[in-house]
């Protein structure tokens, strides 16, 4: 069993604004020391074999200026890539609107103490503000809190097995709604009205922990 609560408190989360080449957009910011040296979570990050372990399988032209597919998810071009401390990339669901993409990622990994390693993930999308009062900065953050969970256990020679199937068990759902949750908390130390934190977490909650059908 995952311990869910010592896993959403390995992470920092921030909120607030970033500039990207589509403008300036709302800014989720996740923190996380990895028991592992820098040149291993790299290759966890950056080798497509590995990253497919647990994150996503993902196809395309890993380059500078190549474009990446990930299965059933976001896709886009890779701006920058400097082994073994910085990635960012465009990222993309469907289509874009336009010549400039609207969403960036960005991570950066720097050495910890004693071997560890820490890593910094800055996701920038510019999207309608009825979307972000909707949901806010938990409708890509939760999602992330699993990814890096998963890279967490990767590291750790372990995982989550099945990870659609562990996203619908009941410890997935825990842990979505504990990450909601902390979402929530991050948003409200940015500035957000108490009454956006809690519609945003609502919402967000029901998304990735949905009220199972009773009967």
Known sequence: MIDIAHEIAAMEREVGRGQIAAGEGHA??????????????????????????WFLPISGDFRVGGRFQL??????????????????????YGESSGDVAGSELEVRLVPGTEGATVL?????????????????????????????????????????????????????????????????????????????VDRAVANTTAFYAPPRNVG
């Open 120 to 196: 910094q993930l800055d996701h920038t999308s510019v999207v309608p503000d009825e979307q972000w009062a909707e949901y806010g900065p938990g409708a890509v953050g939760v999602g992330w809190d699993g990814g890096l969970l998963g890279l967490a256990l990767h590291l750790r020679g372990s995982s989550v097995g099945d990870p659609i199937a562990w996203q619908r068990s009941a410890e997935g759902r825990a842990f979505a709604t504990r990450s909601s949750e902390a979402w929530g908390e991050a948003y409200r130390a940015s500035g957000a009205d108490s009454e956006a």
């Open 28 to 53: 989720v910011r996740l923190r996380r020391t990895f028991d592992a040296p820098i040149e291993d979570v790299w290759d966890a990050l950056a080798n497509p074999e590995r990253l497919s372990r």
């Open 71 to 92: 299965e059933g998810n976001a896709g886009g071009e890779i701006l920058a890539c400097e082994r073994p401390h910085l990635l960012r990339v465009t990222w993309l």
